[in-house]
Every structure is written in structure tokens, then in C-alpha cells.
């Protein structure tokens, strides 16, 4: 994977993961929420259901008490008035009364009526629940509530019903009335209904929101990579075209120097010796003279073959440290411009990095170079020290300045040490001035060598 694929990689999955943990989270607790409130929505009308059974079978009571209190435990008159009265008390197509006896024989049942007479004691609904034998043995405990499965007479339809059952013991008989719970449950899955609904636009709508925002991050992230394609492809450019131009200027500069130095040396130092020679073959005097001129001018072609090897690579800078590097950079420079210059510079043998070494060698070799050529300066300080633990440079000499404008115009020197000193998280300032000016280089503590490896170096 490509790094630009990594960056793009880094700034959509946890987006997305994001989109998807909110839209796991919004849902799960919309849905909690919402099962939480049909739950106990469920269990009010539930519980208002039970509370109505025990009004209804409190009304059959008062509507039998007269009769039942003041009849014995064999009155068929008062049996008979009951039953025509419970068999009268109706509250709907699925509200009634049914009463059975200890024994489980029916002696109620306004809508199958062909269950009295019959013995129901061991009657069980699909679930095998007994149904006449517990609402019995609910009755016999003073009373309660039993759920079972029942045949609802206006669907014709097996559904679940709560009953209320209680006692009447002086004849041994139990009444109960019961409701049906089937409308209940329709209307709790008509809201889990609605709630997968509403779950389900949430999700879309979430949806609707989250895919414009990944596709505008996307969007985003191609039109930034684009442009900084571009713009790293024109600094690429630059900084080839300016590799280019340097090593044409150093080129050229060298050549220069071949030419007008050496080579002119050289030809004196061939001149001499086809002298010398000419004179030793005619037995002339001054032989010994011309061999001496020529000697002479090859010593200054060797010096400056030295001179060149030292500005392209300085051997002092590896051997003996920056300061000494920088102590044979003004010397050179004071006698071979008559400027003068003041050096005051710390030991850094061995304690800095050797780019960083190197990078401010450059630096000082440019500065002094653009002295040379454009300040018509006659004294010039560089001073080296180590504040607050970094390295910083300064040059400052008093010649006769410059505008920022023509130092923007001057080509690659001020840039290329600009950006020799940011290379190590550096800085580099020019301040010009009528008076002169002065270059400040300062470099990091980083560019210092870590003991462990300063023990290596030593």
C-alpha cells in the first residue's frame, strides 16, 4: 500500500468505524428504550386487566350476596336464583361468568352450553395445563388469578386468558370470570412494529448522513493529494532544475579556476622547462635559473590544486573539527581578499553531527564568498557559540548591505544555506542594514552527537 493510500486508509476507517459504532450505539439504545416502554405498557394493561377481574367478580359477588347469605348448604331455590343470575351478568362478546363445583362439574357457562352437567376436572388446554382443576384449587386458597388457553367465542380462536377464581364453600362451588389477553399482545407487536420501523428510518437516515460525509472526506482527500501532487512535483522540479543550475555554477567555477589558474601555471612551468632545456642544449648559461622558475610555478600550481581540493572538501573539517575547518576558511578568505576578519568560535571537535558540521562550514564558505563579491565590506566577524545548548553562527560584516529584494534576486546561495540549516530543524536569518549585514545560523540540540556514540567517535 502506498503511503498516500495509508494516509487516506488512516483518515476514512476510523470515520467509518466511527459512523458505525454511533449508528450501533443510536440504535441499540432507541431500541431499549422503546422494547423497555412496550414492556411495561404490556404489563400496565396486564395488571389493569387483572384489577377489571377483580372488579367484575367483586360486582357477581354483591349481585349474589343476599341469596347465597341467607341460603343453607342444600338450597336448590337459592342455587337455581344464582344460577340464573350469573348466567345474566354479561359484559361483552367475551365477558361471562362460569361457576363448577369442587368436583369439577360445570354448573355456569353462558357461551358453551354444553358444558354444564359435565365433569371438566381434568381438562387441559394445548399447553397441558389442567385448567378446571387449578382454578379449583385457586378458589379452595381463598381466591386467585390463573393464565391458561381458552377458546374465545367471538374469534372461534384458541387465546391466552386470565382468569380470576374464588369460593363460594358453604355449596361448594367456584366462580371465576376471566379476560382474554389477545388484544394486549396485538398491540405490543403493533409497537415492536412500529419500532423496527422507526429503527429502520433511523438506520437510513443515519445512513443519508454518514455516506455524503465519508464521500466529501474522500472528495476532500483526493483534491488536497492533488494538489500537493502538484506542488511536490513543482518543488521537484525547482529543486532538480536548481541541482542542475548548482552543479553547472560549480562546474563552471571550477573550470574557471582550472583554466585560469593551474592551467596558466602549468604552461609557465612547460615554458621554463623547454627553456632550461633549450639553454642545456646550447651550453647557455641560466640554465639553472629557468629550472628555478619553472620549480617555482609548479609549487603554485600544487598550491592551488590544494586550494580547490580544500574549498570543494576541507580535510581539516573531518580531522581536526569545525572550528579548525573555519580557522583555515578566514585565513584563506583575510589573505586572498585583504579583508580582515575576527574569529571567535567554540570547540565543537567531534560533538556535532557531520552533516551538520558540514552544513555550516557551507554556510560560512557562501556567506564569506557573498561578502566577497557583494558587500565591498573591509571587516568581517564570524563568531560560533553554543547558546542555551544549540549551535548558532553569526556573521556580520560591514560592508555596504542589501534590500530583501535584491537578496531574493541573487539566485541559489541565500536559499541553499536556508535550506541547508532547515534540513536539521534549524533556522537561518539575514538582517540587512546600511551599515552591513549580519547572517544568523542556529541549528538544534539534536544536531549534537549522544555520549554513547561520542565515545565511539573519540
Known amino acids: 500500500m502506498q503511503f498516500r493510500h495509508q494516509i487516506l486508509a488512516l483518515a476514512i476507517v476510523p470515520l467509518i468505524l466511527a459512523i458505525v459504532a454511533i449508528t450501533w450505539l443510536v440504535t441499540w439504545q432507541s431500541a431499549s428504550l422503546a422494547r423497555a416502554s412496550i414492556d411495561t405498557f404490556e404489563r400496565n394493561m396486564v395488571q389493569a386487566k ?12 354483591s349481585a349474589i350476596d343476599g341469596i347465597y347469605r341467607d341460603a343453607g348448604p342444600n338450597d336448590e331455590v337459592a342455587k337455581a336464583q344464582v344460577r340464573s343470575i350469573l348466567n345474566a351478568l354479561d359484559y361483552g362478546q367475551d365477558g361471562y361468568f362460569f ?7 360445570n354448573i355456569v357457562h353462558p357461551r ?15 399447553n397441558g395445563d389442567r385448567v378446571i382443576y387449578n382454578l379449583i384449587e385457586k378458589a379452595k386458597e381463598g381466591g386467585g388469578l390463573h393464565s391458561y388457553l381458552w377458546e374465545k367465542p367471538s374469534a372461534g380462536t384458541i387465546a391466552e386468558k386470565v382468569s380470576f377464581a374464588v369460593g363460594l364453600d358453604k355449596w361448594e362451588w367456584m366462580l371465576g370470570t376471566g379476560v382474554y389477553l389477545d388484544d394486549v399482545f396485538a398491540q405490543t407487536a403493533a409497537a415492536h412494529e412500529d419500532l423496527r420501523n422507526t429503527i429502520n428510518s433511523t438506520f437510513f437516515t443515519i445512513v443519508l448522513i454518514a455516506v455524503p460525509a465519508v464521500l466529501l472526506v474522500f472528495a476532500s482527500w483526493m483534491v488536497l493529494n492533488l494538489h500537493e501532487r502538484r506542488l511536490a512535483d513543482s518543488k521537484l522540479k525547482e529543486l532538480t532544475q536548481r541541482v542542475i543550475d548548482t552543479q553547472e ?39 639553472p635559473e629557468a629550472i628555478g622558475k619553472g620549480a617555482d610555478a609548479l609549487n603554485g600550481a600544487i598550491k592551488e590544486v590544494r586550494r580547490l581540493s580544500h574549498d570543494l572538501r576541507p580535510g581539516a573539517l573531518d580531522d581536526l573539527g ?13 589573505e586572498r581578499t585583504g579583508i580582515k576578519v575576527t574569529l571567535e568560535a567554540v570547540a565543537f571537535k567531534n560533538m556535532l553531527l557531520p ?14 564568498n557573498n561578502i566577497d563579491r557583494h558587500a565591498s565590506a573591509s571587516e568581517v566577524t564570524l563568531v560560533l557559540s553554543s547558546p542555551h545548548g544549540r549551535v548558532q553562527m553569526v556573521i556580520a560584516d560591514n560592508g555596504k548591505g542589501f534590500s530583501r529584494e535584491t537578496g531574493a534576486q541573487r539566485g541559489l546561495g541565500l536559499r541553499n544555506m536556508a535550506e541547508r540549516m532547515a534540513h536539521f530543524g534549524g533556522t537561518m536569518l539575514v538582517e540587512p542594514s546600511p551599515n552591513g549585514t549580519t547572517l544568523r545560523a542556529t541549528l538544534p540540540k539534536s544536531v549534537f552527537i549522544r555520549q554513547s556514540k561520542l565515545a565511539e567517535v573519540a
Not at 365433569?119 to 387441559?124: D, E, G, M, P, R
Request: without cysteine; negative net charge; aromatic residues 8%.
Open 99 to 105: 361457576v363448577y363445583d369442587y368436583d369439577g362439574v
Open 50 to 61: 387483572q384489577d377489571e377481574l377483580l372488579n367484575l367478580t367483586n360486582m357477581a359477588l
Open 249 to 287: 555554477e560549480e562546474r563552471t567555477r571550477i573550470a574557471r579556476e582550472l583554466h585560469d589558474g593551474i592551467s596558466q601555471i602549468l604552461i609557465g612551468v612547460r615554458y621554463a622547462i623547454d627553456l632550461a632545456r633549450r639553454k642545456v642544449e646550447n651550453g647557455a648559461e641560466g640554465a
Open 355 to 368: 552533516e551538520a558540521r558540514t552544513a555550516l562550514y557551507r554556510v560560512a564558505q557562501e556567506a564569506l
Open 322 to 334: 569545525l572550528s579548525a575547518a573555519l580557522e583555515a576558511l578566514t585565513h584563506n578568505f583575510a
Open 112 to 126: 358453551q352450553t354444553y358444558r354444564p352437567g359435565q365433569n371438566w376436572l381434568n381438562l387441559t388446554d394445548p
